[in-house]
């Protein structure tokens, strides 16, 4: 399962951090996924959980922020959201855009409890 590799991924570099700061306790990481990554964020989140539970970074929580797919047009340079697979401009009804956005994946950020 595609989902399962990643948050294990996540949670090894999760540990990692974990190792540099010790005395910290890491409360939740941040992910901000594309809708063009491939990825089931319920099933991600799952797998995390099922990952995490039991084992010293409990009750690490995972949020996932989802980033619309986003085009930007070659004609007037707007940039707008993908809504229905359509990628033509909504402003100049212009065909020629480009993909510049909704594939991420990646670790936005780490919250901590430094106390
Ligand atoms: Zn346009």
């Not at 974990?18 to 991600?44: D, F, I, M, Q, T």
């Not at 922020?65 to 229905?84: H, K, S, Y």
Request: aromatic share 4%.
């Amino acid at each position: 399962m595609h989902e399962l590799s990643i948050a294990n991924s996540i949670q090894e570099a999760v540990r990692a951090e974990a190792v540099r700061r010790p005395g910290v306790r890491l409360l939740k990481v941040g992910l901000r996924v594309g809708e063009l990554a491939g990825v089931e964020p319920e099933a991600l989140s799952f797998c995390f959980d099922a990952l995490v539970s039991g084992t010293e970074l409990a009750p690490l929580a995972l949020e996932i922020e989802t980033r619309p797919r986003r085009q930007l047009c070659r004609e007037c340079g707007r940039t707008f959201r993908v809504v229905d697979y359509s990628i033509v401009c909504p402003d100049c009804g212009a065909a020629e855009t480009r993909c510049i956005g909704g594939d991420e994946l990646e670790m936005v950020y780490l919250e901590l409890d430094e106390t």
